[in-house]
């Protein structure tokens, strides 16, 4: 609605005087008459200096700022890291003609740019900077060009030897996104600095070497540092140490400190990957509601990519921190083990703990973990009977 005014008042977006109103704002009709104020002319009373009594602090005015053009609309779509997905997602099905599997193989072969060009949209006005080449110690160097770095992941490979009496029927659960969830963790922020003795700073994170407790428990819970046949001190990671000393605490009790003889940490942050993570897990939850399973493989192999080549890797050179790779892998492979524990101590049998993923139990798994696809939830990958009255599982059964 538009009214004609008897006393010109000021433009909305310019300042000058104008003699209409529309739609409740005073405004200029013809956008030639719609410019800014001249130096020249005065200004207008709200931006009149004020005079400071010696007893009044002076403040500085932040200049207001005139709109140009047409004001942005209320209420429209948000848009955010996600929407690259989308798009990424969006674009292949239409190079393609919708063909899902071209189009999802290439999606896959770009997953590792796209991956890292996530992560830059991710970290824009983060908090913490990412130092993506710092100078790295020895014992995270592969020692020959095929061979691996002297750090020690904790991965298990653990099969009950012996179950209770009779026969039983095993579920065996897929933990959902293990890598995803593991992308928070403590990560070690810059260069990682050498210190010697017992003490662990829970604000810095990275590598130790240690002594492990003794395990007394493997008859129906894995050992938290794998499957390990020599003895002596190893070098672990972050996960697995902080693992160690909760176990180790009046809560658990179930065995001794670690003995910490040296480390290599930086000052460190949980959230570090956290804005990243949640719009990766996003796009997987709406991928599953929507039966989107172009989007889903995207970004399964985003995020499992993206971890699997930030060390030392010819297909990223953008990230080189084997030390956060050793410290994820780590992270989901300790997720593992307290779902183990939580189905142990929750009356389950635990039958096995493979990987990032597998765990095989006896009982109502239900009344313990949400079934579904999420990942806080866990799936059955299979069931099978097993057992006599003296059953002790045999090496094919194991494999």
């Known amino acids: 609605?538009?009214?004609?005014?008897?006393?010109?008042e000021p433009c909305v977006l310019c300042g000058r005087p104008a003699q209409h109103r529309v739609a409740g704002f005073v405004q200029h009709l013809d956008p030639a008459d719609c410019r800014p104020t001249t130096a020249t002319a005065p200004a207008p009373a709200s931006?009149?200096?004020?005079?400071?009594?010696?007893?009044?602090?002076?403040?500085?005015?932040?200049?207001?700022e005139r709109a140009k053009g047409p004001a942005r609309r209320a209420?429209?779509?948000?848009?955010?890291?996600?929407?690259?997905?989308?798009?990424?997602?969006?674009?292949?099905?239409?190079e393609h003609q919708g063909d899902v599997d071209t189009a999802t193989t290439a999606l896959l072969k770009k997953a590792i740019p796209d991956a890292m060009r996530l992560l830059d949209e991710t970290r824009k006005g983060a908090?913490?900077?990412?130092?993506?080449?710092?100078?790295?110690?020895?014992?995270?160097k592969k020692q020959t060009s095929r061979g691996a770095d002297q750090i020690w992941e904790a991965r298990p490979k653990w099969t009950r030897h012996e179950l209770p009496p009779g026969s039983h029927e095993v579920t065996a659960l897929d933990i959902n996104g293990a890598y995803l969830s593991a992308l928070k963790t403590h990560l070690p922020l810059g260069q990682l600095e050498h210190s010697a003795g017992p003490a662990h700073d829970r604000r810095r994170a990275g590598v130790h070497l240690?002594?492990?407790?003794?395990?007394?428990?493997?008859?129906v819970l894995p050992n938290p540092i794998g499957n390990r046949d020599e003895p002596g001190p190893l070098w672990v990671t972050e996960p697995t140490l902080r693992l160690l000393l909760r176990l180790s605490g009046p809560k658990y009790?179930?065995?001794?400190?670690?003995?910490?003889?040296?480390?290599?940490?930086?000052?460190?942050?949980?959230?570090?990957?956290?804005?990243?993570?949640?719009?990766?897990?996003?796009?997987?939850?709406t991928a599953i509601t929507k039966n989107d399973e172009v989007t889903l493989e995207y970004v399964k192999a985003m995020y499992s990519k993206f971890v699997s080549t930030m060390g030392e890797s010819n297909y990223n050179r953008e990230l080189y921190r084997p030390d956060w790779m050793h410290i994820i892998r780590s992270q989901a492979f300790?997720?593992?083990?307290?779902?183990?524990?939580?189905?142990?101590?929750e009356g389950l049998a635990v039958v096995r703990a493979m990987g990032t993923d597998e765990l095989h139990v006896i009982g109502d798994?239900?009344?313990?973990?949400?079934?579904?696809?999420?990942?806080?939830?866990?799936?059955?990958?299979?069931?099978?009977?097993?057992?006599?009255?003296?059953?002790t599982i045999t090496g094919e059964e194991q494999e």
Not at 210 to 219: F, G, L, M, V
Not at 262 to 279: D, H, M, P, Q, V
């Open 127 to 140: 908090r913490y900077d990412v130092i993506a080449h710092p100078w790295i110690p020895d014992i995270l």
């Open 253 to 285: 009790g179930l065995c001794a400190p670690p003995e910490i003889h040296e480390s290599y940490t930086s000052g460190a942050t949980e959230n570090l990957l956290e804005k990243f993570r949640i719009a990766l897990k996003d796009a997987r939850d």
């Open 47 to 64: 931006e009149q200096p004020t005079r400071q009594t010696p007893n009044q602090p002076s403040r500085t005015t932040r200049p207001v």
């Open 210 to 219: 240690i002594t492990p407790p003794p395990w007394d428990h493997e008859a």
């Open 1 to 8: 609605m538009r009214r004609n005014l008897t006393t010109a």
């Open 365 to 391: 798994w239900r009344r313990v973990f949400p079934a579904g696809r999420g990942v806080t939830e866990v799936k059955v990958k299979d069931t099978y009977t097993t057992g006599t009255d003296t059953h």
């Open 334 to 345: 300790a997720n593992l083990w307290m779902k183990a524990f939580k189905a142990h101590d």
């Open 75 to 94: 209420f429209q779509k948000p848009s955010g890291p996600a929407d690259l997905i989308h798009q990424a997602v969006q674009g292949a099905l239409a």
